[in-house]
């Protein structure tokens, strides 16, 4: 009973103080000059209590301002912009928010310039709000674990916009106008609500990561990237008109299928723009009644426009007059807006289209890649007749088909706008082809493994996989490609004629590695240390074989009897050994001693030395005959990939560099005189990691695939020659392993495989 009478008195007691600090609230005034309680607002911060307002008079007011007091407003006497701030320290914000239900607004705060971020208003707590603000070169930042805020009416413009930090909840940005930022809005691993706000001429209008939130009623214009979505978003963009953005007006750049993108107006040269990701987003409501953004009386998907006026929405017939397209607009791949909104003030119905198109070459030797540009107008359908057989060979609006046969062909494409049909026709010669390399390579990035033609970069066909396809490998006949997929730990099976999965086998994580005489698949299983045998006739598991500590690489003996596998270890258990497996027995004979972190692994054609990269920086040569390391090579940078020329007489190394930096990329290569182990060149890739190899069956050229931090990523090219990097191509994607397609007249040939080349030869 005691303490309960305590505890009363405590309440009361607080609840007594909390009334006099309300009645005692009042008025201060701050002038710069004089006739005011304080010429500073900072000394008026200082003398203040809970609930007081501080005025603040017109003037420069030179300072940097801490506030700590709860519940305290800050305001001018008029709101014409008259009351200015500047910091006096440059490098640190103009005000200082600390305490809790805090309000200011209707100043004129003017920031250091842009290199100062900070240099406006910084919240490091709950419950505040900064209304109808002028800020000019700085920012509004919220500090992480800031909740409830509001952010409302500001002007913010040569500056850094309105930037959030992570772990709050309940914070409301509302009708600001931002302008000529770096990002209008930015916010990270919260939930925020981003309304009514006015975003223009800013290199990134709202940009997300780890988000969940709702992006409604928003105009963003002029911007380079009008929405840009990072990892992990999980957001609504509705009611948001997003126009005359330079590179695009929403970029995914993880399309991962957690967001709903409806009722916006798109009207940007490029609308969306993608990254690899599993896709699967909403891109519109269910038919409902209701003004919808462009004024008809259906809420659907969204008004998908272009400046040119050749936008989707612009173009697509609406025979039942309800402001919704009569065919679903395909945004990408497998996303579709089925209901996508149309403009009933336009004649669509009665606009005929006009087929036309380029080929990026109409005439050259086998394989030929071909690249079609549309430029057609007033089509929202395309049907590609490759080889004017009457089937449709392909839908997209700007394809790529490789010739694989000699011979003539003709295209026909058919335009639609899903009424009207127009067609045009050009021909390609295909001639013998004079080279005996085949110019494919297969490479795994994402959820994918593209299809790349090696003397452009052009991809010219995309298999999805699923998450994190890691390593490649061909059978010899060039028939099929297996490729291992490390987050769902099984073997996918391509078929190289239709670029399609034909089987998937449940096992494996890492690398992988054909048999020579293509009867067996040697997969790495790291998370259970075995390697696992699959039988190419019925691609099934026939053997597990135990090994080290995680084991990473895997290499096979040019007569197949001997497997070769380096084992990485791991942060808890290090290993340094390469386990060599009896091919016949599937049983492990010798276990070789080499350096810690062992990567990349490969033989030589003669099958008699192994060369291990290890990541500390050097190489082990191991002699096959005796399984023991007989030479180190010293790289003096970070290996982890590695493969032999067909000679026998270099073995090619890449990895990163030893000046390796955070934030950088920059890798090497070099190259290794198998005659008596130097190193004889190295050469600089600079903006990428390489992450692949391969050589070319005559031994005439070596591939690279590089990534970089900033997703995309290179294939360099070295001749072999003379060890130079003589060609880099970029490719959309950030590359991992990757194999080369043998060309199908190269590789020696079994009764009826003629037959099968030619059919082969017809497929993309």
Sequence with gaps: MRNRTIFSITLAFIFIISISAISSAREITVDDDCGADFISIQEAVNNSVIGDTIIVMPGIYTENVRVDVKGLTIRPESNNGSAQIKPLNESVST??????SVAISGLKIIGASKDYPESSI????????????IIENGCILLGSESSGNLIAENKISNGEGIHIGCCAVNNAVLGNTISNCSTGISESDQTVEIRNNRITDCDCGIRLSFASSIIDNNTILNCNIG??????????????????????GIFDTENNGRKRIYNNYFNNSLNIKFAPGEGGNTWNNS???????????????????????????????????????????????????????VSQSSPQNSITPTANFTASVTNGTAPLVVKF????????????????????DSTEQNPVYVYRAQ?????????????????????ITVEKRVSSTWP??????????????????????????????????????????????????????????????????????????VSPDGKKVYVTSGDSNNIS????????????????????????????????????????????????????????????????????????????????????HYVSVIDTATNTVTATVDVDNSPHEVIVNPTGKKVYLAGTKKAYAAGTDDGFVSVIDTSNNTIIATMDIVGGSPTGLAVTPDGKKVYVTNSNVSGNGTLSVIDTSNDTLSASVNVEFSPGGLAIVPDPESVPQVADFSNNVHKRSAHL
């Design 440 to 513: 494919f390579v297969y490479v795994t990035s994402g959820l994918n493994v593209y299809v790349i033609d090696t003397a452009t970069g052009t991809v010219i066909s995309k298999v999805k996989i699923g998450p994190w396809p890691e390593r490649v490998a061909v059978t010899p006949d060039g028939e099929n490609v297996y490729v291992t997929n490390s987050w769902d730990g099984n073997v996918s099976v391509i078929d190289t004629a239709t670029n399609t999965i034909t089987d998937t086998v449940k096992v494996g994580s890492y690398d992988i590695v």
């Design 227 to 248: 929405i840009k979505l990072g990892d992990g978003c999980d957001v609504d963009i509705v009611n948001n008109a997003i126009m005359s953005s330079a590179e695009c």
């Design 373 to 392: 540009t549309d430029l057609s107008e007033n089509a929202v359908v395309w049907n590609w007749d490759f080889d004017n057989d009457g089937l449709s």
């Design 287 to 341: 038919l409902t009644s209701g003004s919808n953004i462009v004024g008809n009386p259906y809420i659907g998907g969204n008004f998908w426009a272009k400046p040119d006026g050749t936008g989707f929405s612009q173009i697509c017939v609406d025979l039942d007059e309800n402001g919704i397209g009569d065919l679903p607009y395909n945004i990408y791949e497998n996303e579709f807006d089925y209901l996508p909104l």
């Design 122 to 133: 910084v919240v490091s707590s709950d419950m505040n709000k900064l209304t109808g603000n």
């Design 95 to 100: 005000f200082l928010i600390e305490a809790d």
């Design 533 to 616: 045998v699959i039988d190419t006739d019925t691609n099934t598991v026939t053997a597990t074989v135990p090994v080290g500590n995680w084991p990473e690489r895997i290499t096979v003996t040019p007569d197949g009897k001997k497997v070769y596998v380096a084992n990485h270890g791991s942060i808890n258990a290090l290993d340094d050994t390469v386990s060599v497996i009896d091919a016949a027995t599937n049983m492990v004979t010798a276990t070789v001693h080499v350096g810690n972190w062992s990567e990349g692994i490969a033989v030589t054609p003669d099958g008699k030395r192994v060369y291990l990269a290890n990541e500390g």
């Design 407 to 427: 011979g003539n062909y003709t295209v026909n494409l058919t335009a639609s706008n899903g009424l009207n049909t127009s067609s045009k026709i050009t021909n």
